[in-house]
């Protein structure tokens, strides 16, 4: 059974000038004659290594442009894969054109705070990936410095598995480790402190990076969005600007996890939306 559910992906509309490359949880890839690659983020949510139903509106497009904010914020730190974001009207807003990249295989993830999949594992063993932890962390402590707690990465409705990084050099090369690490932990850094000046605290992110045509590393993917990242209100002790809040609800509404997802409410909807037009306007100072 895959994370979509019993009936599959949904179909991906055919844009005109671009052929249909793939479907993920929440972004459709098409290419062209030149093998650019557009980039479509649609509204769909996924929890739980689930495709949700319920589709969370102008999530897609507010997912692409504050993406393109924190691309061209970092872009001193790595160049990235974004060529255009002049695409067909039919995508407007939600899409970009990037470059292929030769994608490494595993999420980069830097956590600034112990919570999620984190805290588990510090729990039980004391470390996250690898990192030693002082003893009498909680949920939502402030880390000394930042760590790199790579991931696998999981097809959909698979789970991503958090690896130490002597598993992810196995994977993608002791030298391309070592400057993943490097990239990961400096890109969280000025991000934090770039998001905790607008009066947010940037929990944890998720980073995913390739190879262009010339070998060079470029920051891929979607950077530094609510579904990739925690954002947490800094004035108000556990609010939070992400998909947290759709994992919250799902937590309490009786479903197993195994089976299809429910339908989310209108309220758990507006409020999730809400949510992602704050984080939005916190950060861009811009109004979605």
Same mark, same amino acid.
């Not at 650019?36 to 139903?53: K, M, T, Y």
């Not at 510090?122 to 932890?133: F, M």
């Not at 962390?137 to 402030?142: P, R, T, V, Y």
């Given at each position: 059974m895959s994370g979509f559910g019993l009936a599959g992906p949904p179909p991906a509309p055919q844009v005109a000038g671009w052929d249909h490359l793939r479907t993920g949880k929440v972004r459709d890839l098409y290419t062209n004659s030149?093998?650019?690659?557009?980039?479509?983020?649609?509204?769909?949510?996924?929890?739980?290594?689930?495709?949700?139903?319920?589709?969370i509106p102008d999530k897609g497009a507010i997912l692409t442009q504050l993406s393109l904010f924190w691309f061209?914020?970092?872009?001193?730190? !790595?160049?990235? @894969?974004? &060529?255009?974001? =002049?695409?067909?009207?039919?995508? /407007?807003?939600r899409a970009v054109i990037v470059e292929?990249?030769?994608?490494?295989?595993?999420?980069?993830?830097?956590?600034?705070?112990?919570?999620?999949?984190?805290?588990?594992?510090?729990?039980?063993?004391?470390?996250?990936?690898?990192?030693?932890?002082?003893?009498?962390?909680?949920?939502?402590?402030?880390?000394?410095?930042?760590?790199?707690?790579?991931?696998?990465?999981?097809? !959909?409705?698979? @789970?991503? &598995?958090?690896? =130490?990084?002597?598993?992810?050099? /196995?994977i993608v090369g002791a030298e391309h480790a070592q400057s993943l690490r490097d990239y990961t932990l400096k890109l969280y850094t000025e991000a934090a402190e770039f998001a905790e000046s607008r009066g947010i605290i940037l929990a944890d992110t998720k980073f995913e990076f390739?190879?262009?045509?010339?070998?060079?590393i470029l920051l891929g993917d979607e950077a530094l969005t609510p579904d990739s990242s925690r954002f947490w209100d800094a004035t108000h002790k556990g609010a939070s600007f992400d998909k947290q809040f759709v994992r919250d609800y799902l937590t309490t509404s009786?479903?197993?996890?195994?089976?299809?997802?429910?339908?989310?409410p209108a309220e758990i909807v507006e409020k999730t939306a809400e949510r992602y037009h704050h984080a939005y306007f916190t950060l861009t100072g811009s109004k979605f």
């Open positions: 030149s093998g650019e690659i557009l980039l479509v983020a649609s509204d769909r949510i996924s929890a739980f290594d689930w495709v949700l139903p319920t589709t061209e914020l970092l872009e001193d730190i !790595i160049p990235n @894969h974004i &060529i255009t974001d =002049d695409v067909p009207a039919q995508v /407007a807003d292929p990249l030769k994608m490494f295989e595993i999420e980069c993830v830097a956590r600034g705070y112990l919570t999620g999949s984190g805290l588990v594992e510090y729990k039980e063993s004391g470390a996250v990936c690898g990192n030693t932890l002082p003893a009498g962390l909680i949920d939502g402590s402030k880390l000394a410095t930042p760590i790199f707690t790579p991931a696998t990465k999981a097809e !959909i409705g698979d @789970h991503d &598995i958090n690896i =130490d990084f002597n598993q992810a050099a /196995a390739g190879l262009d045509s010339d070998g060079e009786g479903w197993d996890r195994k089976s299809p997802p429910p339908e989310l």
